[in-house]
């Protein structure tokens, strides 16, 4: 890990807040809001989530006070950076008629604040990573996701409390932030090291008054994070996955699994490097107008799977299955490396606490199925 700038003291994190705020920033992180951390908008630094830490399993979500002043000593919420760049639901073009019965189609790019995003982890900056792949490869760049991401500020911070269903260590995405950030925290006794990444980052630091970081400072760090990577127990069985579960299409624990999934989709949408979406064409009352809207799609829904009258997965099995192969295996053909971060957001958030990496391991066994 590269040289910290300084150290920020704890009771000095407004600062930040007000830095932020004055380069036209708006500002997110997260809050407890109805029993869960969630992002929200935050005015100062008093609305994070002080002295809370998590505890999360197959399908459960608690929290509980910790056991010290800190504001990030937890691993994540069911939110990713994903709805700030891919937005839920929006209008991507609109086609109106003219008067002389002419269509014409004009792209909608929707106003893009200037967005600081404060607590973002090593597992959702990978995701970020693959989202950019997506959206912004040449030819296709997806110009809303392009405006949001240019007007984007990370506040990244390393993680020092995984949960029991993250894994980042074994996809190898975590849990040290090693780039992709303009300001990086690690959260110590005393207030937070603090680094800086591009000019944008560079210049806040420079703003922010920090102390002198000592070698105790960094003694500090490096424990916290050798822990939070002893920590973890999930892992998947590897990281290339193609040939196993190639292997495993016929494997009978996909059963298994049908007969718990709700098909709820659920995990599709905390995913923070799912990327599926589905457009509709709305069209006014008087027929003049119609928007193109692209909405959050999933591979467990109905709609996702129907194809020219034809329905191509039409049961839970078969939408798992597509979920589980296309994120673990598909995603390296196209994008060079698993679709997984090992947030373990889908393992806490599905209803039935189904568990990706215990269905990975079962279904990677060596025993080949045809
Ligand atoms: S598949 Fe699950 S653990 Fe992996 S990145 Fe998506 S939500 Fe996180
Ligand atoms: S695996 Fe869990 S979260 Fe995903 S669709 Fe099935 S029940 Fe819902």
Not at 176 to 187: Q, R, T
Not at 260 to 283: D, E, I, K, M
């Amino acid at each position: 890990m590269n040289v910290a700038a300084g150290v920020l003291e704890r009771s000095r994190l407004q600062c930040l807040f007000d830095r932020l705020q004055a380069a036209g920033y708006q500002c997110v992180g997260p809050k407890v809001h109805e029993h869960t951390i969630v992002y929200e908008a935050l005015h100062s630094a008093a609305e994070l989530p002080f002295g809370v830490r998590v505890q999360q399993g197959p399908g459960s979500y608690r929290l509980a006070p910790g056991d010290g002043p800190r504001c990030f000593a937890w691993a994540n919420g069911p939110q990713t950076l994903k709805p700030y760049l891919f937005a839920p639901r929006e209008t991507v073009w609109r086609v109106q008629r003219q008067t002389d019965g002419r269509l014409v189609f004009a792209p909608v790019l929707a106003p893009v604040p200037k967005l600081a995003v404060i607590g973002v982890r090593a597992c959702d900056l990978a995701a970020l990573r693959l989202q950019d792949l997506h959206f912004l490869t040449p030819p296709y760049r997806d110009p809303s996701y392009r405006a949001r991401r240019e007007a984007l500020c990370i506040v990244a911070v390393n993680c020092d409390q995984p949960a029991a269903t993250c894994f980042c260590v074994s996809t190898g995405d975590g849990p040290a932030v090693e780039s992709g950030y303009d300001l990086l925290l690690s959260e110590l006794d005393e207030g937070f090291l603090v680094r800086c990444g591009g000019a944008i980052g560079t210049a806040l630091c420079a703003e922010l008054d920090l102390g002198v970081a000592t070698a105790a400072h960094y003694a500090q760090e490096r424990k916290q994070l050798a822990f939070a990577r002893s920590a973890q127990q999930r892992r998947l069985p590897g990281r290339d996955l193609r040939k196993p579960l190639a292997n495993a299409l016929e494997h009978p624990h996909w059963d298994e699994i049908a007969a718990r999934c709700l098909g709820c989709g659920n995990c599709t949408q905390v995913c923070p490097s799912c990327f599926c979406h589905s457009t509709a064409t709305v069209p006014d009352l008087e027929g003049t107008t119609a928007d193109c809207v692209r909405e959050w799609d999933s591979c467990f829904t109905a709609g996702h799977g129907y194809m020219h009258g034809y329905q191509v997965r039409p049961d839970i099995r078969s939408r798992y299955r597509q979920w589980l192969t296309h994120k673990l295996s598909g995603w390296h053909d196209q994008y060079g490396r698993s679709g997984c971060v090992g947030c373990g957001r889908c393992i806490a958030w599905c209803p039935v606490g189904i568990d990706l990496t215990e269905a990975a391991a079962a279904l990677c066994v060596s025993e080949v199925h045809t």
